[in-house]
T-cell receptor
Framework: DQQVKQNSPSLSVQEGRISILNCDYTNSMFDYFLWYKKYPAEGPTFLISISSIKDKNEDGRFTVFLNKSAKHLSLHIVPSQPGDSAVYFCAASYNDMRFGAGTRLTVKP | DARVTQTPRHKVTEMGQEVTMRCQPILGHNTVFWYRQTMMQGLELLAYFRNRAPLDDSGMPKDRFSAEMPDATLATLKIQPSEPRDSAVYFC???????????FGQGTRLTVV
C-alpha cells in the first residue's frame, strides 16, 4: 500500500515564481518528514526536513509546511531557479522511511 | 567526505543468474535501507536494518530476494534467480539514527535480459 502519495507527476513553473510541491500520507505514526531532490543517474539528495512537532521549517529558498490534521505536507521554493529542475521526492519516517512516487519540477527561464 | 558507496554501478545479467549488490554505509550510521526505483511507485522500500539486525523485509519478493548485513561496513542485496521484471535502479541509504536524514548511494542499475 502506498503510505506516501505525490499526486502530481509533474509541475512546470517560470523562473522567479513560486513552486509548490504537495505530498499526502496515510500513516499517523509518521513523525518525521523529508524532501529529497534527484537528478538523473544520481542518488536522491536530502533537501529539508520537518519534525511532527512543528508546522513549518525554512532553509533559504525552501520551506516545508506540515498539516498533521490533513496528513499533508508541502514544499515551497521561492524564487524558483532553472537549477531547481529535478525530481522531488517526499518521504515520511517512523521506524522506516517511505517515499512517494516523485514530482518532476521544470523551471523555465 | 563521508558517503554511501554502492557496487556495481551497472549490472547486465541473463535471466536466471544470481545478482549481488553491495553497499558500504557511512561509518557510524546505525540504519541501512534498500530501495528500488520504479516509474510507477517511485522509491519502493525493500528492506532495512538497524544495528545490523533486519527489521523489515516485507517489501521484497521472499522467494528470490535476500538482504543481509554481515558486518557494519557491508550490506548486500541478492536476487536468485533474477528475472527481467527485476530490472530497475536499486538504492542503498544509511542514516545515523531516528529522525535524521538518510544519505543515498548512487545506485546500481540492474538490467536482466
Amino acid at each position: 500500500d502506498q503510505q506516501v502519495k505525490q499526486n502530481s507527476p509533474s509541475l512546470s513553473v517560470q523562473e522567479g515564481r513560486i513552486s509548490i510541491l504537495n505530498c499526502d500520507y496515510t500513516n499517523s505514526m509518521f513523525d518525521y518528514f523529508l524532501w529529497y531532490k534527484k537528478y538523473p543517474a544520481e542518488g536522491p539528495t536530502f533537501l529539508i526536513s520537518i519534525s511532527s512537532i512543528k508546522d513549518k521549517n525554512e532553509d533559504g529558498r525552501f520551506t516545508v509546511f506540515l498539516n498533521k490534521s490533513a496528513k499533508h505536507l508541502s514544499l515551497h521554493i521561492v524564487p524558483s531557479q532553472p537549477g531547481d529542475s529535478a525530481v522531488y521526492f517526499c518521504a515520511a519516517s517512523y521506524n522506516d522511511m517511505r517515499f512517494g512516487a516523485g514530482t518532476r519540477l521544470t523551471v523555465k527561464p | 567526505d563521508a558517503r554511501v558507496t554502492q557496487t556495481p554501478r551497472h549490472k547486465v545479467t541473463e535471466m536466471g543468474q544470481e545478482v549481488t549488490m553491495r553497499c558500504q554505509p557511512i561509518l557510524g550510521h546505525n540504519t541501512v535501507f534498500w530501495y528500488r526505483q520504479t516509474m510507477m511507485q517511485g522509491l519502493e522500500l525493500l528492506a532495512y536494518f538497524r544495528n545490523r539486525a533486519p527489521l523489515d523485509d516485507s517489501g521484497m519478493p521472499k522467494d528470490r530476494f535476500s538482504a543481509e548485513m554481515p558486518d557494519a561496513t557491508l550490506a548486500t542485496l541478492k536476487i536468485q534467480p533474477s528475472e527481467p521484471r527485476d530490472s530497475a535502479v536499486y538504492f542503498c541509504a544509511s542514516r545515523r539514527t531516528l529522525n535524521t536524514e538518510a544519505f543515498f548511494g548512487q545506485g546500481t542499475r540492474l538490467t536482466v535480459v
